[in-house]
């Protein structure tokens, strides 16, 4: 099966800086990769996807990249702020296939 | 739309006991999925359900756990026979019938905690 490995666990940062996270997969099959944002003792909520037809994804603040020959792909946050503090989780899943693969979270903190 | 609603939100059980976990997928949603969430951890896919059927539960332990989607009313994760490992958090998501990444929402969660 699918196995998604995300780095780095923890990621401390000064308020304004930008913050990158990775992640990895294995499975070539994979084509979906969102990222979740959870904060503590609430739901993960989707920030940003990536299909694999794509290279790359911005909304405001927040952008993916995608790297399907090496199979990884990043989240991207610019001008970070305290409430963008939370633990960040990226997936892979075959389009079709409706099983998430997640990866291990990087708890990301905003100083400010 | 209430979105996908889990209840209850907090639960104690003792060891040895039965836990059961309500999960009410978003109206026009027909797929609904449960993931394990152990502390410091990502979550971890258990089972995927559909009304009466059971489509994927590679991720279920396979003793102690069930779970089941009826034809009216909730979907239900039951454990049986609680252990201090079962102690996590489990939530739930649904997704209209065009697949899991058209629209797939996650619950609140419920917090188990087998004492």
């Known amino acids: 099966g699918e196995n998604v490995e995300q780095h780095p666990s923890t990621l401390s940062v000064q308020e304004g800086d930008s913050a990158v996270i990775k992640c990895t997969y294995s499975?070539?099959?994979?084509?979906?990769f969102p990222w979740y944002k959870q904060e503590l003792g609430k739901r993960p909520q989707l920030i940003i996807d990536i299909r694999s037809n794509v290279g790359e994804k911005k909304d405001q603040r927040i952008a993916v990249t995608l790297n399907k020959t090496a199979k990884h792909f990043s989240l991207h946050i610019t001008e970070t702020q305290p409430e963008d503090s939370a633990v960040y989780f990226c997936?892979?899943?075959?389009?079709?296939?409706?099983?998430?693969?997640f990866g291990s979270g990087t708890k990301l903190n905003v100083k400010p | 739309n209430a979105g996908v609603m889990q209840n209850p939100r907090h639960l104690v059980r003792r060891r040895g006991q039965e836990a059961r976990l309500r999960c009410s997928p978003m109206k026009g949603h027909s797929h609904v999925y449960w993931y394990r969430q152990l502390p410091e951890e990502g979550l971890k896919f258990m089972v995927y359900?559909?009304?009466?059927?059971?489509?994927?539960e590679s991720g279920m332990p396979k003793e102690r756990f069930s779970a089941e989607f009826p034809k009216e009313g909730p979907s239900i994760l039951r454990i049986q026979q609680v252990v201090r490992g079962d102690s996590a958090a489990y939530f739930c998501?649904?997704?209209?019938?065009?697949?899991?990444?058209?629209?797939?929402?996650f619950g609140s969660g419920t917090r188990l905690t087998v004492v």
């Open positions: 359900l559909q009304k009466e059927n059971i489509i994927d």
């Open positions: 998501a649904s997704s209209p019938p065009l697949g899991g990444s058209y629209g797939y929402t």
């Open positions: 997936a892979a899943t075959e389009d079709n296939f409706n099983k998430f693969y």
């Open positions: 499975d070539s099959a994979s084509n979906y």
